[in-house]
Nanobody
Framework: QVQLEESGGGLVQTGGSLRLSCAAS????????MGWYRQAPGKQRELVASVTSGGTTNYADSVKGRFIVARVHVKNTLYLQMNSLKPEDTAVYFCNGVRRDLTGEYDYWGQGTQVTVSL
């Protein structure tokens, strides 16, 4: 069974930093794309940052210049370095992996890790 598990969330003050990690286990295949999503109370889940197997990154406008996404393929691990955190970044952050093959596209999700940014 394929599992994604996030870690590194916590409580920080405005302007602080956190580093999130996502560890994938139970598989030997590479995800085509891995990314971070977040969901704040009362809001829809949104893409924060993603990276393809080829290294192409994509960031939400709200985090550009502040967050960095990185991927270590051999370890099937995804990271999110979050700098200059704002209260608006408060959310549950989810790790996502997408795998495509001849049969279709498959989505995998972690349980989420809470990030809270205080004033």
């Amino acid at each position: 069974q394929v599992q994604l598990e996030e870690s590194g969330g916590g409580l920080v003050q405005t302007g602080g930093s956190l580093r999130l990690s996502c560890a994938a286990s139970g598989s030997i295949f590479r995800f085509n794309t891995m990314g971070w999503y977040r969901q704040a109370p009362g809001k829809q889940r949104e893409l924060v940052a993603s990276v393809t197997s080829g290294g192409t990154t994509n960031y939400a406008d709200s985090v550009k210049g502040r967050f960095i996404v990185a991927r270590v393929h051999v370890k099937n691990t995804l990271y999110l370095q979050m700098n200059s955190l704002k209260p608006e970044d408060t959310a549950v952050y989810f790790c996502n992996g997408v795998r495509r093959d001849l049969t279709g596209e498959y989505d995998y999700w972690g349980q989420g890790t809470q990030v809270t940014v205080s004033l």
